[in-house]
């Protein structure tokens, strides 16, 4: 392996790492510059949420090309976050102490050298969880019981929101996966362009979507359409 071959994007290495931090929990609302929690992100635990919540404001970058002024005061992250001044204040002291978050002038923050420690933080939080339900499992449960690829397809922001386009008529008009990437960051989806690709690629294996070469900009690309249109 060459040196060269280490080579990577600052920012791409950060919008990856925050990516992998938020996507399942929280939604960009680009009209009114909130940031909102879904099912899974609001049944985090406080530190979590706080976490989560901190990471996504670094995300803004990504999905805008610019980051909104939001006030991380207590009071402030009391209203975003919903949990009682009484509760959040130990725990911001907590997470602070702990080198997760640092005092700004807006309130608090956290740093994008911090985002692996994080991420390791709360999914750790749920895998005491999981193996618990794992091992109490018995083998006819198992049969039974969905597996970790499809739990993970289910809950995957690009593959459902693709699935979604493709019911309600997105894909009638060609498009390539730059637009498609493009409207995933319209709708607060944040994820790299090669992470689009796979889910794509299913929808036309599965014969839900065609794709043929189309010229633009003087060269040849891949477009998605419905299988028909």
């Known amino acids: 392996m060459a040196l060269k071959d280490l080579v990577a994007k600052k920012s791409e290495i950060a919008e990856s790492a925050i990516e992998s931090v938020v996507a399942k929990y929280v939604r960009y609302y680009t009209d009114t510059s909130e940031i909102g929690f879904t099912p899974d992100g609001a049944a985090l635990s406080g530190e979590n949420k706080i976490l989560v919540y901190l990471v996504a404001i670094l995300g803004w970058q990504y999905v805008t090309g610019d980051t909104p002024e939001i006030s991380t005061k207590p009071a402030d992250l009391e209203k975003s976050l919903g949990i009682a001044g009484g509760t959040l204040r130990p725990l911001l002291k907590s997470l602070k102490d702990a080198h997760m978050i640092a005092p700004s002038a807006d309130g608090y923050r956290v740093r994008e050298g911090n985002l692996e420690a994080i991420a390791a933080q709360i999914s750790g939080g749920k895998k005491p969880t999981r193996r618990k339900i794992t091992t109490s499992l018995s083998p006819a449960s198992k049969a039974k019981s969905p597996s970790r690829t499809a739990r993970r397809s289910t809950s995957n922001p690009i593959s459902s929101s693709i699935d979604a386009w493709i019911t309600d008529g997105f894909f009638r008009t060609p498009r390539t996966l730059h637009a498609v ?38 060269r040849e690309v891949w477009t998605y359409c419905l299988t028909g249109a």
């Open 181 to 218: 990437h493009q409207r995933l960051h319209e709708h607060g989806v944040i994820a790299r362009q090669t992470s689009v690709s796979k889910p794509l690629l299913k929808a036309v294996q599965s014969r839900r979507l065609m794709r043929q070469k189309a010229m633009q900009d003087g």
